[in-house]
């Protein structure tokens, strides 16, 4: 239940970073990083080659050929319809997360260029409520396949989620169904829909739209499952692979098509698309 707020609608309103500092420490090797050394490396440390995460605008940044992204996404923002409240009002959880990343919601679509063919693009973004998918999010997923199909071209969906957002409760686990719906129609139609699975890929999201790209592309490092290890051996009393959850695994086992370095993931993206598009 996403609601229209045309007037009051947020655009991407941070375009400046926020954090005034000029280094950071990698929490992988340690080493202190000038910042924009790690940015300007598609936020990898130099050092050891960690990922860090990418917000959904530098996401985008990384991907397209250069100025050639239109923010697409409705004017829409999350209702509060169950009233839910957990350490603190759902409302006031959403105004948080709106004023630390500068989005309306964890999604932005964009009508873009890569290597030269028009795409449409939705981009998660894991800083706003874990990129968990609820009515806002469904919509505007579904908002960037009716968008392909209007314009006759490949949709690209780029995830980085948690899953559900459980303060919608039933709301947002019925956008599973709905986005899979309109992706049928996008497969009615005959254009290709290509997934790539980021750090993390999980519940929800991974259980429907992420999982149903015609090719499916995991960001080397990526975690892709349902529930998280623990629970899962607590529920079936087993020890799992370690490699369990992992980019390797998901391959192994054919829940994913390719898994790529995320200084090629461009490349990679180009070359599908190139295969699916006829120029
Ligand atoms: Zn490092």
Redesign the pocket.
């Given at each position: 239940m996403a609601i229209f707020k045309d007037k009051h609608y947020l655009r991407v309103k941070l375009d400046k970073e926020t954090d005034e500092s000029l280094w950071m420490q990698?929490k992988?090797?340690g080493?202190l990083v000038f910042k924009r050394r790690v940015r300007e490396n598609n936020n990898i440390?130099p050092?050891?080659g960690?990922y860090f995460f990418l917000t959904a605008r530098e996401r985008i940044e990384s991907l397209i050929d250069e100025g050639s992204f239109t923010d697409i996404s409705k004017p829409i923002m999350a209702a509060d319809p169950l009233l839910f409240q957990d350490t603190k009002p759902y409302p006031q959880r959403i105004e948080d997360a709106q004023e630390k990343t500068g989005l309306a919601d964890a999604i932005i679509i964009g009508s873009v260029v890569i290597s030269e063919i028009a795409v449409i693009i939705g981009v998660m973004d894991f800083r706003f409520i874990g990129g968990s998918m609820g009515s806002v999010m469904g919509e505007q997923i579904c908002h960037g396949m009716e968008e392909a199909i209007r314009n006759q071209c490949p949709f690209i969906l780029v995830s980085s989620s948690g899953g559900a957002r459980i303060q919608e409760g039933i709301l947002s686990l019925m956008q599973m169904a709905k986005t899979s719906v309109v992706r049928a129609q996008l497969a009615e139609q005959r254009l290709p829909f290509i997934s790539v699975m980021t750090y993390p890929t999980t519940a929800g999201v991974q259980a429907s739209i992420a999982s149903l790209g015609d090719v499916i592309i995991a960001e080397k490092g990526a975690m892709i499952g349902f529930a998280g290890r623990r629970v899962i051996r607590g529920t079936i009393a087993e020890e799992l692979p370690p490699n369990y959850q992992t980019d390797s695994f998901a391959l192994e086992h054919g829940s994913i098509d390719r898994v790529a370095n995320r200084e090629h993931l461009r490349e990679e993206l180009s070359n599908v698309l190139r295969f699916f598009v006829r120029q």
């Open positions: 990698c992988s090797c080493e440390c050092y050891c960690e």
